[in-house]
């Protein structure tokens, strides 16, 4: 099977295609195969021609830590997640998330998710639960991995500007059940950056490893129910 992997060795340089042959197993994930191709002490392309070592990122490798988010055969997804079996065809195409800057290969800086996490003073700190607390939904929202998939796959995210995305979304909802004397104020800044500008897409929730319905976040959001 072919591997085609689009490649960047800096930030400021200049992305290409490099493609590899892939012996191994198919019950391998994508991860499998990046460490398989990595593997070898000389790393031969396509071409025949001996080439770097594939910059990529993971840490948990069973879909826990989020690291390893890339984009695969067209479609946000997990490196670890993604299993060859599960390919069409006899190629598979690998490359970084679109929406964040590339540092190397397919290591990307999605620092922008926290930046504007902390921005807003997002995080659960002490809190008092309220006896109604929809603990069911609140575990949902407290698995978001931070990823980045929700956000490559929006039509509306762009990095650095001032529409945050579901994964923005689903923890204003954590933090607002958690702290309802504030829940005023996180409304106002889950509108200025997610409500007002979401078109509905939805497709954020078809690509999140963790399956969060954001959807259910949203509708809490909109009757005043939190
Ligand atoms: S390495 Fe942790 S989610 Fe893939």
Request: charged share 25%.
């Amino acid at each position: 099977m072919k591997v085609k992997i689009l490649r960047q060795v800096s930030p400021v340089s200049e992305p290409y295609w490099e493609s590899f042959t892939y012996d191994g197993p198919e019950e391998n994930s994508i991860a499998g195969v990046l460490d398989y191709i990595n593997y070898h002490d000389d790393v031969i392309n396509d071409e025949g021609k001996s080439t770097t070592r594939i910059g990529w990122e993971c840490s948990c490798l069973q879909g826990i830590c989020g690291a390893c988010a890339m984009v695969i055969n067209g479609v946000p997804a997990l490196a670890c997640e993604t299993f060859v079996k599960d390919c069409k065809g006899k190629e598979i195409t690998i490359r970084p998330l679109t929406k964040f800057p590339v540092i190397h290969d397919l290591l990307v800086d999605r620092s922008s998710i926290q930046e504007n996490l902390k921005k807003t003073d997002m995080y659960v700190g002490e809190y008092k639960q309220g006896a109604d607390a929809d603990h069911e939904h609140q575990y949902l929202a407290a698995k978001c991995l931070k990823c980045g998939l929700c956000l490559e796959v929006c039509p509306n995210y762009v990095n650095g500007e001032s529409f945050y995305g579901a994964a923005f979304a689903n923890d204003c909802y954590l933090v607002a059940s958690r702290n309802r004397d504030k829940a005023g104020e996180i409304t106002k800044l889950y509108g200025e950056h997610f409500g007002k500008d979401c078109s509905k897409a939805l497709s954020c929730m078809d690509v999140c490893p963790m399956k969060i319905p954001t959807i259910a976040s949203m509708a809490k959001f909109n009757r005043g129910r939190l």
